[in-house]
């Protein structure tokens, strides 16, 4: 079999034939939902079937999910109905692995019950998930060498601001990320990670807004291709930044909670997280490669973002 092209126009006629030759897996209805990740229908349950290409990921994930299959808010994978636990599309080495669909709402962190939610529901899944064992394949980074990374992919962007004529923006992102790495150096991320493995902290490691599915009043957590066991700064410090992208948030949207008030007045490694732009750069980033949208906006709504954080960093220090 040719290997699976979201592009090709008999890719779902394809699909079908695949999971039912290779998984005993029969489709009723199939639309994708972006590449990789297709919902599926088999006529009395809906599912999503994604494909993986790094198979110690996928491994990683089965070990892990095995240990918390009573904690029914961890969308967890499936096997297929012959038994298998991935199908592997032997043409382009795609493994595809299959988990229940949740029926919902994706949060929305505008709303604050929502950002409590995400709160109380990241709180529950490092305390339950704790001390689980299993085989890890991702060679750790620190959190600094990975901003480094970021900043350096960034710096190669400097003729578009160059063009649209926000040099001065540009100029001042880079500075500040400059200090900023300059402090985060000064700290031991090597021992703060030892620490993390040491004690076996799990993190989701993509706790954006629809990652979270309210059904009901219960809250349940989808998506766990960047689970490592690490520090839960790092979670804390993405979560916080997701909740200070809305237009309407301040330091005081994070001082709400008890586990933001701690890390700002204990926590150099937050703090200092929190002020690097690595959410803005992320998305910044993102945006220059979608060919579909056009600079000039993009890059004005980067210049108010980047106005509304510098705000966010001045109240922080005032109060520190």
């Known amino acids: 079999m040719r290997g699976i092209n979201n592009r090709d126009d008999s890719f779902q006629n394809r699909l079908r034939y695949f999971l039912a030759e290779n998984g005993d897996f029969h489709v009723y209805k199939l639309k994708r939902i972006k590449n990789n990740v297709i919902r599926l229908d088999d006529g009395n349950k809906q599912w999503v079937l994604k494909g993986y290409k790094n198979e110690n ?11 918390v299959q009573n904690l029914s808010y961890i969308t967890s994978f499936h096997p297929f109905l012959n038994g298998e636990r991935w199908l592997m599309d032997e043409n382009d080495g795609k493994l595809w692995c299959l988990t229940p669909w ?7 962190f505008k709303e604050e019950k929502n950002r409590d939610f995400a709160v109380r529901t990241l709180t529950t899944f490092h305390r339950d998930v704790q001390g689980i064992v299993v085989p890890t394949y991702r060679k750790p980074i620190t ?35 400059h200090v900023i790495l300059e402090q985060m150096e000064q700290l031991n991320w090597h021992r703060l990670e030892s620490i993390a493995r040491k004690k076996r902290y799990w993190i989701h490691g993509d706790c954006a807004s629809h990652n ?30 997701r909740f200070m992208d809305e237009p309407t948030a301040s330091v005081y949207t994070l001082l709400r909670y008890q586990i933001f008030q701690r890390l700002l007045e204990r926590n150099r490694y ?22 579909k949208r056009r600079i000039g ?4 709504k980067f210049d108010e973002k980047w106005q509304s954080r510098m705000e966010f960093v001045a109240e922080v220090n005032s109060m520190i």
């Open 102 to 108: 949740v029926e919902g709402k994706s949060l929305s």
């Open 212 to 241: 979270f599915i309210v059904q009901n009043h219960n809250v349940f957590m989808i998506d766990f291709d960047l689970l490592s066991p690490s520090p839960y700064e790092y979670e804390w410090i993405q979560l916080a930044q």
């Open 57 to 67: 990921i996928v491994k990683q994930l089965w070990s892990f999910f095995q240990h």
């Open 270 to 291: 937050f703090y200092y997280g929190i002020l690097f732009p690595n959410d803005l750069i992320r998305e910044w980033m993102y945006a220059i490669k979608n060919k």
């Open 297 to 300: 906006p993009t890059i004005q």
């Open 143 to 177: 959190f600094s060498k990975k901003m480094e990374k970021r900043l350096r992919q960034f710096i190669k962007t400097k003729a578009l601001f160059h063009d649209y004529g926000y040099l001065d923006l540009y100029e001042q992102i880079v500075k500040h990320s």
